[in-house]
């Protein structure tokens, strides 16, 4: 009767003691980031680096992708920033994190009014995971009223630069632009 | 008294002891329901605290919700913004002047003694703010709630690591770039446009979800996370009512020594997540038991404009300012004021764009230290404010000639903390 007894009370405290273990480690685990994976469509047009691909509404060409830090891209990107007066976005990313920036020539090839928003363009890394846009700017000669009424006049031509915040170790594979039918994929090479 | 008797009242002990037990966990849990609105609707004042433009309870203002919860599930929400980029666009509710309580160390400064109900939050911690905020809030919409939950953009970011990116109108917003999309949208409220109120209400609306359907290793990871994040004050919580919930972002009176900074930002932006800070902290210790203590405070700027700050540390009461000096031209201060629980040394300091300004105080501090039998215990509690994310801390502590160490704990150079920093040395 004790030698059951004791089993049963050697069970019961190997439970808890399982069941303590567990949880702590559930609790003390590290917390996944959520990635998002974009999968491009077949449909999508596709142009390499510098040479542009339209949807048949706007053309855009990929100038390049540049890491924020680079003085160059630092002194535009404080210029246009200095322009723009909606808000003054710092260049100083959290730890663990670089900022990128996007040269993207947009242009509309339609002729009327168009929509546009810089918050449909995507980041693709090499292993497929997709960065959202944290801001854009546009360059000289182009209002920042497109960005905020997110339409592009009948003759609208003007770079734009979208920053991206991506780990440090991340490469930029490819831009898309997610919104027109089809989408336009950029490479970076 | 018979081994009958005995027994029946050894067995009576037991019944009442079970009883409590049973009472003690039961209660935490009837507490929690009732905050969850299982026994009745619940209304609570949610704060958005933008740490990108830090405050003394955490960050500006900029959107303020007030959220109903029935059996645990949101059954009405709305939201105000207050901080929009032209004063008529914000919502006529919060716009209006509230009284200014103190802190003496702000209304003297300034002069002032009312703000809009948006900058109100002047105190020294959120859990003075809430009360008044409670009320303030009242006495501007008519709404009564039974609690304040006051979360941060770095609280958002941790929490939507967990809940993973929302959809709106097409657009993704992720950790990555949330904060981004609520200062883009604060920034271009115009004409009644709805964009920051639709990311705020679609983003609480998908957490509350999240809360109720997912898996229970999620909800552990996201009830971890939230544990954190209350511990670092970037969640506070103030129940008006309740037993088991107790307000968030408390400064403790201490008896030992102990450095709270809390800063403002004056009107310079959305530059926070560019400005690191250090303190320097060395301490002479006096065979008294009395010290003196040399805090520099090092803002490094990496923002590409200049950064304005109204800065105020808190230290033990009877603490006497003796000098201090700056790095930088533009400095207004120190201006010292007293409360019964901390002496404030309060000044504005300007620091340029991608610069490095210092600023020092030199101060002696009455008795400080602990007798333990032959031992001495010097202890120092670093409180942080709400909404900083991380600062850099160096340490030396000075003993008085002739003592001998005995242990030490985090005492030395470039230690970083997220929280509060507990330093103590103990000597013979």
New interface residues.
């Given amino acids: 009767m004790n030698t059951k007894r004791g089993a049963v009370i050697a069970v019961v405290i190997l439970l808890v003691v399982i069941a303590l273990v567990a ?1 702590e480690a ?4 590290p ?4 990635n ?1 994976v974009y999968t491009i469509p077949g449909s999508a047009v596709r142009a390499s680096l510098h040479k542009s691909a339209s949807d048949g509404t706007i053309a855009l060409r990929l100038n390049g992708v540049s890491d924020a830090s680079n003085p160059a891209i ?1 002194y535009e990107w ?1 210029t246009f ?1 200095r322009q723009s007066g ?7 990313p ?2 663990g ?1 670089r900022y990128v920036v996007a040269n993207v020539t947009v242009m509309n090839v339609h002729h009327t009014a168009v929509p546009f ?1 810089y ?2 363009f ?1 980041l693709i890394s090499q292993d497929n995971i ?6 854009a700017l546009c360059d000289h000669g182009c209002s920042d009223n497109i960005l ?1 009424n997110r339409t592009l006049n009948a003759t609208f031509t003007s770079d734009l630069h979208v920053l ?3 780990p440090t170790t991340t490469r930029a594979a490819k831009l898309a632009y997610t ?1 027109s039918t089809p989408p336009v994929v950029l490479s970076t090479s | 008294m018979d081994d009958h008797a005995r027994s029946r009242t050894r067995r009576y002990v037991a019944v009442i002891i079970l009883g409590a037990v049973v009472v003690a966990l039961l209660l935490p849990i009837v507490d929690g329901l009732s905050v969850a609105g299982f026994l009745g609707d619940k209304t609570y004042l949610l704060i958005l605290q933008d740490n990108a433009e830090i405050r003394p309870t955490g960050g500006l203002m900029d959107v303020v919700g007030v959220v109903t919860v029935h059996n645990g599930r949101i059954a009405s929400l709305q939201y105000y913004y207050g901080s929009s ?1 032209e004063p008529k666009e914000s919502s006529p509710q919060l716009s209006g002047l509230v009284h200014l309580d103190g802190p003496e160390s702000f209304t003297k400064f300034f002069n002032v003694n009312q703000s809009t109900l948006t900058d109100s939050n002047v105190q020294y911690d959120f859990a003075s703010f809430a009360p008044k905020m409670e009320s303030d809030f009242y006495n501007a919409t008519g709404y009564r709630v039974d609690g304040i939950i006051a979360v941060d953009l770095t609280a958002i970011e ?1 929490v ?6 929302i959809t709106i109108s ?8 949330v904060a ?2 609520l ?2 949208d604060s ?2 409220i115009k004409g009644g446009k709805t964009a920051l109120t639709d990311l705020l209400r679609t983003l609480t609306f998908d957490i509350a979800r999240f809360i109720t359907d997912s898996s229970v ?1 999620q909800k ?2 996201l ?3 939230m544990q954190g994040l209350e511990r670092e004050k970037h969640v506070q919580l103030y129940p008006n009512q309740g037993f088991f919930f107790h307000t968030g972002g408390e400064r403790r009176a201490l008896a030992a020594d102990f450095i709270s900074v809390v800063d403002t930002t004056l009107g310079t ?3 926070d ?2 400005v690191n800070r250090t303190l320097d902290y060395h301490v002479v210790l006096l065979p008294s038991g009395s010290a003196i203590s040399n805090l520099t405070l090092t803002y490094t700027n ?4 200049d950064y304005d700050v109204f800065t105020t540390t808190l230290v033990p009461p009877g603490a006497r300012l003796v000098g201090g000096h700056h790095t930088t031209v533009f400095f207004n201060g120190p201006e010292v004021t007293r409360s019964k629980d901390a002496a404030a040394f309060s000044s504005t300091v300007r620091v340029p764009a991608n610069a490095k300004v210092r600023v020092t105080y030199l101060y002696k501090t009455p008795h400080r230290v602990d007798t333990r039998g032959i031992a001495q215990q010097y202890d120092l509690y670093i409180q942080k404010q709400a909404g900083i994310n ?1 600062y850099v801390l160096n340490t030396s502590v000075q003993l008085p000639r002739g003592a001998r160490l005995i242990d030490m704990e985090n005492v030395g150079a470039n230690q970083v903390f997220t929280g509060d920093a507990h330093v103590h040395v103990g000597y013979i």
Avoid: Q
């Fill in positions: 949880s559930v609790l003390s685990s917390i996944s980031v959520n998002p630092r404080i920033s909606v808000y003054n976005f710092s260049l100083a959290p730890p994190n928003t918050t449909r995507v997709a960065y959202y846009p944290n801001y905020e991206f915040s991506v919104v | 980029a941790a939507m690591n967990i809940t993973g990116p097409g657009e993704v917003i992720t950790s990555r770039n981004d999309r200062h883009y920034a271009t290793p552990l990871a009830y971890s996370t932006g959305k530059a997540p560019g990496n923002c590409w404009w991380r």
